[in-house]
């Protein structure tokens, strides 16, 4: 019964017809302490961020949840407040395919890596926490000022971003010259 199912993909089945009780498509990322995560079938991008139980064990997300690994608190929580921005979710919602949101589609964005220096990406990880725990307390006023917050941080944090690419690219176009 196991090994006539459907749903391995070409590279599977060749590992699936010489161990049938092997358990695939789990690593280190599978047991991260946190975890940003999103629905991989919905009619729109919605983001949170999932951290251990009480007990400090990892939550696993199933098979249809999508998700980026961390370690550590501070840059699970920005992620989750820069994919929260109306601009990011907008363009994610554009790109869907039939109701699908895979990785690729966050791979595309170019979105800046967390930087514990910058105090613009820690009042994102901050607004992003707060924003989980107003939602956790049904406090719809928090919400709505993180929200606010989120989408002014969001036009501060990619102006800042656009700047620095146009920097790099005068600097390559320098250096060819």
């Not at 949170?48 to 400090?56: I, K, N, S, T, W």
């Not at 395919?97 to 966050?106: G, L, N, P």
């Not at 992003?128 to 406090?139: P, Q, V």
Request: hydrophobic residues 40%.
């Amino acid at each position: 019964v196991l090994s006539a199912r459907q749903g391995f993909a070409g590279w599977e089945r060749g590992i699936l017809d010489k161990y049938f009780y092997t358990l695939q498509r789990v690593g280190e990322y599978t047991f991260a302490p946190y975890k940003v995560c999103w629905k991989y079938i919905a009619s729109e991008f919605t983001v949170c961020v999932v951290a251990g139980d009480e007990q400090g064990r990892p939550i696993l997300p199933n098979d249809k949840v999508m998700f980026v690994p961390f370690d550590t608190r501070e840059p699970a929580y920005f992620l989750g407040g820069v994919l929260s921005m109306p601009v990011i979710r907008n363009y994610v919602n554009s790109c869907m395919s039939k109701r699908q949101i895979s990785t690729s589609v966050i791979r595309s964005l170019r979105l800046p890596q967390f930087d514990e220096r910058s105090p613009l990406h820690r009042a994102i990880a901050l607004a992003c926490e707060d924003g989980h725990k107003a939602t956790e307390a049904n406090d719809a006023e928090t919400l709505r000022q993180v929200c606010t917050a989120l989408d002014r941080w969001g036009e501060e944090l990619f102006a800042a971003t656009r700047a620095s690419v146009r920097g790099k690219r005068l600097l390559l176009r320098n250096q060819a010259m």
